[in-house]
């Protein structure tokens, strides 16, 4: 059964920088797509990023474009986001998801989740 593990959360300030990771097991890593969604307090679940199953293609939320980068290691089972350039938006539950196909990227779409790994960014 597939496991996702994530990493990384913490308390930040405005501007710094942050990278989440999340571990995979229980299958064939590159048998997945990966993607991150964040819960901010009292909202959806919402897209973050994505990546393709050997890291050909990525795609991001608009609000994290240019600041936030997916990546994955196959060798290591691990996924990463690293966050840049944080805002008190940013604040929310981080969660990883594994799905075996691409898109639409929805949170529907995705079979299997982490418990999820708080980030908040005071101003």
């Known amino acids: 059964q597939v496991q996702l593990i994530e990493v990384g959360g913490g308390l930040v300030q405005a501007g710094d920088s942050l990278r989440l990771s999340c571990a995979f097991s229980?299958?064939?890593?590159?048998?997945?797509?990966m993607g991150w969604f964040r819960q901010p307090p009292g909202k959806e679940r919402m897209f973050v990023a994505a990546?393709?199953?050997?890291?050909?293609?990525?795609y991001y939320a608009d609000a994290v474009k240019g600041r936030f980068t997916i990546s994955r290691d196959n060798a290591k089972n691990t996924v990463y986001l690293q966050m840049n350039s944080l805002k008190p938006e940013d604040t929310a539950v981080y969660y990883c998801?594994?799905?075996?196909?691409?898109?639409?990227?929805?949170?529907?779409?995705?079979?299997?989740w982490g418990q999820g790994t708080r980030v908040t960014v005071s101003s």
């Open positions: 229980g299958g064939t890593f590159s048998d997945y797509s």
């Open positions: 990546i393709s199953w050997i890291g050909g293609n990525t």
């Open positions: 998801a594994a799905d075996t196909g691409w898109g639409p990227f929805s949170p529907n779409d995705y079979n299997h």
